[in-house]
């Protein structure tokens, strides 16, 4: 038997649970744990792993976006056991709940981060090779542009495409569409970087802000 029916409250447990477990500011609390103080008062003000990078510890960033995809990972597949049935929509459900938890945490006054290794997670946890192909995507246009942004873009864009190529699910299906919104969430919250982008001035790794 499920652990709750998926059809309302249930539908709105599903979200909160992952909507909790997404606003988990992991950026915020390893820095003030490290001693660094508050993340939002350093460089963008973002609580995301590439500002955690601009505190010089690389250790700490790439923590940050390794608990910040794992959060993304971990709601979906914990959202699967809780409701076996409606599998698919209720994995939906989750991936849309756990990234605007991320983005948008009542704890932050609903200033969060990007969503960029929260969204990743939940493609991993949708389908493997979309998240690989999604991660690879991002890693290598970074370490060409040196630009975060810039591999954000290309990663997101690429992923509505992926998933129903990749996967049994048709593109008006749930987790096609969950993944078209995430896509689209991802791109509007980078939105005054592509304008920088565009104009040739968005900020490099290495470069003060």
């Not at 954000?152 to 509505?160: E, G, R, V, W, Y």
Request: glycine share 12%.
């Amino acid at each position: 038997m499920p652990f709750f029916s998926l059809y309302p409250p249930g539908a709105a447990i599903i979200i909160l649970i992952a909507y909790l477990i997404g606003s988990i500011p992991f950026g915020l609390i390893l820095t003030r744990l490290s001693g660094l103080g508050d993340i939002r008062h350093i460089g963008s003000g973002n609580i995301g792993a590439t500002n955690v990078l601009r505190t010089g510890k690389k250790g700490l960033a790439i923590a940050t976006m390794l608990l910040d995809a794992l959060k993304g990972f971990l709601a979906v597949i914990l959202i699967r056991v809780l409701c076996p049935t409606h599998t698919e929509l209720s994995m939906a459900l989750a991936a849309i709940g756990v990234v605007m938890g991320h983005c948008f945490p009542i704890w932050l006054k609903f200033r969060g981060g990007k969503g960029v290794a929260t969204g990743i997670g939940i493609f991993w946890a949708f389908c493997w090779p979309v998240g690989l192909i999604c991660t690879f995507v991002w890693a290598y246009t970074v370490k060409l542009s040196r630009i975060s942004s810039a591999g954000a873009f290309l990663a997101f864009l690429i992923a509505p495409f992926l998933m129903p190529a990749l996967t049994t699910h048709p593109v008006a299906s749930p987790i096609p569409v969950a993944t078209d919104m995430i896509a689209i969430l991802i791109w509007l919250r980078h939105y005054g970087n592509l304008v920088r982008l565009v104009q040739g001035k968005e900020n490099r790794f290495g470069q003060k802000n």
